[in-house]
């Protein structure tokens, strides 16, 4: 190699560790995060668009347009990498998360992990945080690592809080040996993790705190109480979450009206957060689309449409109003305090918009009970009227308090929304004994592999053989991708489930309504011909608290090319199917793979 490329190679080396370095440094006022030597305040998102790679352009351009120069994330996938030159291309850093499993059920998922016993499992937890560092560390986006996000909240017993604190110290430890360059952060939410963290886990160099509303403002006295001698991030912060809110005479939370959702992020920042001598700054939750009860009270957008988070956002680290103010929902009431579903009940409602724009409304409705993916699912309601006269709503076929919402939208995509809440009486809802949502037909299990509603997570018989790619792209039946189930022995038997939730055999509810489906379909083929299998739906037995309320099969005998099996489903009980496809099948002395694609309730 010619001498003077070589020393070019070696000042450019020199040059890219510099870039990525970050450091905590205490001074005469308090806390610094420090980047590339210079001050660094933590002005970020949480962000949640990691799997739309092919808008990173639009998503980065419209972060630096609200003042954000740092985004959160909460654990690395395929798309890490180009999501970390994405951000770096914009000026952005990024917190890396690296997820640790949760020791029960709780809100973040359905999840449940046994920190006292499975060693193979924190192995596995350890193992993907040293990938992770290693992979990433000299990325110069890289602010911060992220390690945990509310274990200790969703952990039940002392002992178990004390294991994984000593595993949560062997991983930071050794990120730190492993990258020197920049801190390690863990995240809990309030101060559920302050007593574990002194006593077990002294390697964390930042503490991340996730906190809505006012409780913000004692973050900082509570450390100083503790005698806690280390810098913070409010790695979560919004409008006080429905967990600390009272019921109304229904027994449904009262959410924040969409003024105090805008006041919390745009004066919370200036009174809360930015003047604590300890605060690095903060990520705001959550910078993202969606269509469920979350996304209506913390999102920044709603079906894609802006909400006043996002304008709120723009006023916290910019100090700019918003190019567009939300329309003003100034009352929204039911005047009929219960009625049956089906039945039309008037709306009152007074709206405003600075603009004077051209308003569109419309009408939501959310359940709190049952299942989680039934208590996040908003579905919209039949409506009937105008502005001028006023509107009526038909009642969803629920039994039980309701939660209603109104959605206003101006021609600048801004959408307004409020909630009130009702009593509705339904005998055929009341009737159901497992409160699921209801789907709606044609219903995919598999599609091209996009939003699964079950996940292949059920492995029976000898699984340590079998391999399942959900993205298979070869010879697919249609669309670009389907399963391919690899099945490498030569003897046994072998078997895999797609559930809901995850990881779970029917100790906690979940699954889907499917009645009304008539037919169950797919799509199937082998490697070779000959190949025996039996696939279907349906695996729970009633023995468990929340068994699959059907089960449905049929026998197959699979070729090298593609063919349609019908199960019919219409004398079949499918009000709550938790195990969405079901296979089994054995070697017969030969290793093969089976093909599936298009797997449907209609």
Known sequence: MNKFIAILLLISAAGFA??????VKKTDTGWRLMVDGKPFEVKGVTFGYSEDVDNYDAHFQELQSLGVNTI???????FTGQLLDAAHKYG???????????????????DRFNYLEDTEGMEVMYANAVRTVEAYKDHPAVLTWGVGN??????????????????????????????????????????FGLDWWQQYVPSIDIYGLNIYGAGAAYLAAELEKRGIDKPYIVTEFGVTGEWDMPEDENGVKVEPSDQQKYDAIARGYSEWIKSEPACLGVYFFHYANGADFLSIWLFTHFKGMTRPQYWAIREAYTGQKPANNVPLIEHFELPGAEGKGGAWVPVAL????????????????????????????????????????????????????????????DTYNNVGMASTSLVVSDEEARAKKYLVPRATLPFYVYKDNGDLPYIPSGYMGNYEAMEVAL????????GNTCIKISYKARDNWYGLAFVDPANDWGDILGGYDLSGAKTFRFWAKASMDGVKATIGFGLIDKDKPFPDTGKKSVDVVLTTQWKQYTIKTKKVDLSCIRSGLVLFSSSNGFSHEIYLDDVVFE
């Open 18 to 23: 510099l870039n990525a370095q970050t450091a």
């Open 72 to 78: 959160r994330t909460w654990g690395t996938d395929e």
């Open 92 to 110: 952005m850093k990024v917190m890396v998360g690296i997820w640790m499993r949760h020791g029960r059920p709780g809100m973040e998922d359905d």
């Open 150 to 191: 509310e274990v200790y909240l969703n952990t039940a017993t002392d002992a178990e809080k004390e294991a994984y604190s000593k595993l949560l110290e062997r991983i930071c430890r050794a990120i730190k040996e492993l990258d020197p360059n920049h801190p390690v952060t863990s995240v809990e939410a309030w101060t």
């Open 350 to 409: 007074k709206t405003s918009d600075v603009e004077n724009e051209a308003l569109e409304v419309s009408f939501y409705y959310n359940q709190r009970t049952g299942s989680r993916k039934r208590r996040d699912q908003v579905l919209p309601l039949h409506s009937r009227g105008n502005a001028t006269d006023g509107f009526e709503i038909q009642l969803p076929p629920v039994d039980g308090p309701a939660k209603i919402y109104v959605a206003i939208k």
């Open 471 to 478: 993205d298979h792209t070869e010879g697919v039946h249609s």
